[in-house]
């Protein structure tokens, strides 16, 4: 079946209050994390890799402290910047070229060898930061939103453990059907319509709000914790400070 079939989504099908909250969630999470997101000019230059301050706040509010020493953050933030592969992946939205990204970079940054296998959360941190960078092209991939993702394609081709560049695929594919388009009309009349002032229609937002059903689905639960951003005083409530680890 191909993978821009409009009925991707036949195994489960997200309920209208997941759809509500998650269109919810992600406009508040577009909105706090804007400069991020709607970030312009080179890529190099984004928040996330150019200052500590956002880098480090990305790190809290997504629950990576445990992915990297912290004194390394510069040097993740380097090797990322320097890395061809990451680079040919954000400028031109290349799956492929991220997961070979998710791959050489820690090897390089960590010295391992070549036969030696990288953490799955080293993977899913290169693919958190390629997503605030090319938000239209990528979705953050860990071990909630693959299990969401697959249950909401059983049965299409998307293995139990898939690697990272078809799962970017997938994503792209049922944030562009008309399924997922049908959310927005089924769903904003019953919400304060912020969304459409961050362009709901949008691919890159579509993605944010893929991601937020398929984490509800894959978790089968809600996570809520205080998290901040800069220039925020007060804390914000999002389930992103407890995605899981893969």
């Known amino acids: 079946m191909g993978a821009g079939r409009d009925d991707v989504?036949?195994?489960v099908v997200p309920t209208d209050e997941q759809v509500r909250d998650?269109?919810?969630?992600?406009?508040a999470n577009w909105r706090n994390w804007r400069p991020c997101w709607e970030h312009e000019g080179d890529w190099r230059e984004h928040p996330l890799l150019a200052t500590q301050l956002w880098f480090g706040c990305f790190v809290w509010e997504y629950g990576l402290g445990r992915t990297f020493a912290r004194n390394r953050a510069c040097d993740l933030r380097a090797a990322l910047r320097e890395s061809q592969e990451f680079c040919a992946a954000v400028e031109h939205g290349d799956e492929?070229?991220?997961e070979r990204a998710a791959v050489t970079i820690p090897k390089r940054l960590y010295?391992?060898?070549e036969q030696d296998d990288v953490p799955r959360r080293l993977t899913s941190?290169?693919?958190?930061?390629?997503?605030?960078i090319r938000p239209s092209a990528f979705m953050a991939w860990d071990t909630q939103a693959t299990a969401g993702l697959r249950s909401l394609t059983k049965g299409l081709g998307l293995d139990a453990a898939p690697s990272l560049a078809p799962y970017q695929r997938r994503a792209r594919s049922v944030a562009s059907s008309r399924i997922a388009l049908s959310w927005w009309d089924a769903s904003l009349p019953a919400i304060d319509a912020e969304a459409?002032?961050?362009g709901a229609k949008r691919l890159a937002f579509r993605l944010r709000v893929l991601d937020w059903v398929a984490m509800a689905i894959g978790s089968k639960g809600v996570f809520y914790s205080d998290a901040f951003v800069p220039d925020f005083h007060q804390p914000s409530k999002t389930r992103d400070a407890k995605r899981?680890?893969?």
């Open 22 to 27: 998650a269109i919810s969630s992600a406009s």
């Open 196 to 198: 459409d002032t961050i």
């Open 244 to 246: 899981d680890h893969p």
């Open 111 to 113: 010295g391992l060898n």
């Open 9 to 11: 989504m036949t195994a």
């Open 125 to 132: 941190l290169t693919s958190k930061v390629a997503t605030f």
């Open 96 to 98: 492929t070229q991220l």
